[in-house]
């Protein structure tokens, strides 16, 4: 499927409104519930969606732009969002997403990205050659991949509550 | 884990807006990609909600609540929905979507269900027997289920897109 620089910012503008309409105001019980150690609730999702603003998607971005002489990306650590995060609510997590979001769209957005810049490359420390338009797919396929995280830690509160009906839903016993 | 109605109801009520957040205005290729025959697209997702809200969920809960002699639920047809939902558009399907949950939300909250009630029993078709709260609890499961089918769905657009990502994203695999 095609790779298209419009449509994937129509999906990465809208994430911050979609969280905040699945999670603002619901009981504490949805927000915290996970699915074993080390494993991401919905807070934990809030939160790792923003450490990826703020330190992979756009910083990585502009060293595929700048082609220096180091184009090497940093390792990403998945669990370092916790200490950033920590003591912040939900309501105010879900500001900072949205507003660290809106600046970086803004900012993808005022690059205005030709096809030639979008196959530029960088190196990724563990997968190698890495194109800024699959830097960008990724972005949105990662955004939507932690929604369906979140929806499915979710509904795993119920796997039991649910009785019989929990061999029709198969998100209920999906990793 | 415990079924709270309160928590339920929070859930239900959040899914028309989580939906629309996500789906409206997007671009037409986000909304219409599926994973194959007979799979379900983003459209399909809000369509075969609709068609729960009209045939399932309040109906059900209806029958046993009546407590008359014949608690056997129909077989509920998941592809049934194609024929009721044929030429709308998306946003009359967000709000038709909307409006249905608001008036089964109301309806819900309005029983002001005792424990004696959710406890109360009838018969599925292939599961045998089931109570109300198993009922309301599989419907919000069953929310949270299309949610993370319909960003799944959205997400393996960029399968290919993604590179070599794709080993990290278990999302775009995942059936």
Known sequence: MDFQLDE??????RTPDTLRALLGGLPEAWITANE???TFSAFDNVCHLIHGERTDWIPRARI?????GSRRFQSYDRFAQAGESAGKSLPELLDEFARRRAENVA???GWHLTDTELALEAEHPELGVVTLR????????????????TARVMAKRYREA??????YLPVLDRR
Not at 8 to 13: D, G, H, I, Q, R
Not at 64 to 68: D, E, M, Y
Not at 135 to 148: I, Q
């Open 162 to 167: 649910v009785g019989p009906w929990r061999r």
């Open 36 to 38: 074993g150690p080390e």
């Open 64 to 68: 595929i732009l700048a082609q220096g």
């Open 107 to 109: 900012t993808l957005r």
């Open 8 to 13: 994937a910012v129509a999906v990465l503008e």
């Open 134 to 149: 699959q830097l960008l797919a990724t972005w949105v396929a990662h955004d939507l991949g932690h929604l369906a995280q």
